[in-house]
């Protein structure tokens, strides 16, 4: 019957709904707040560098940005702004969360499957960037961070699928044959 979920679709639905309604929250933050009200947020990955600023903010945005806080560097070289205020998250990971929203999107709706290796290459181009500028005095740009970020988003959700493909077989193959 058309318009059914395929048992894959059931369970990749919620997958797909948590990582749009991520980024959605994600983007939301910056404009629930003053104009220009969050500054430069630079620190360090692990602690919790702005406080001070987090603290001063409603209840949603806080949450968000205190996520942001304790999981991205933020540094505001490498961030994009949004109503004034600089977003919870650098670009390149702006750009994962976009790449995973939009990638589990293509593997909810089209009969696309990239081959394993294809999807492990998608990492490639976020870690050269990444790699080269830890190592050395290359200094990327936003929009190459945010365009890497989004191949590397999109080659995690299309490896959540398969990995889901793979145990949707093996479960199959496990189940006594019915037919006899």
């Known amino acids: 019957m058309p318009g059914r979920l395929s048992g894959l679709q059931k369970a990749e639905a919620p997958v ?12 939301l933050a910056p404009l629930t707040l003053a104009h220009g ?24 945005a806080a949450a968000i940005y205190w996520l942001g806080d304790a999981n991205c560097h933020q540094l505001a070289s490498r961030s994009y702004y949004l109503n004034g205020n600089e977003m919870p998250f650098c670009a390149r990971d702006l750009g994962i969360f976009i790449g995973m ?21 998608g990492l490639v181009p976020m870690a050269l ?20 970020g989004m191949l590397a988003g ?27």
């Open 154 to 180: 999109v080659s995690v959700a299309f490896l959540i699928h398969l990995i889901a493909m793979n145990m949707r077989d093996i479960r199959r193959e496990k189940r006594p044959d019915r037919s006899a």
């Open 101 to 121: 929203a939009l990638g589990m999107a293509l593997a909810f709706v089209t009969k696309v499957r990239p081959p394993f290796l294809l999807l492990i290459l």
């Open 37 to 60: 009200s969050v500054a430069d947020l630079s620190g360090s990955v692990g602690t919790i560098d702005n406080a001070d600023q987090i603290s001063g903010m409603n209840p949603f």
């Open 16 to 27: 797909l709904i948590l990582f749009a309604v991520w980024l959605l929250l994600i983007l």
């Open 129 to 148: 960037d990444g790699g080269l500028q830890l190592l050395t005095d290359y200094e990327s740009t936003n929009p190459v961070r945010l365009l890497t």
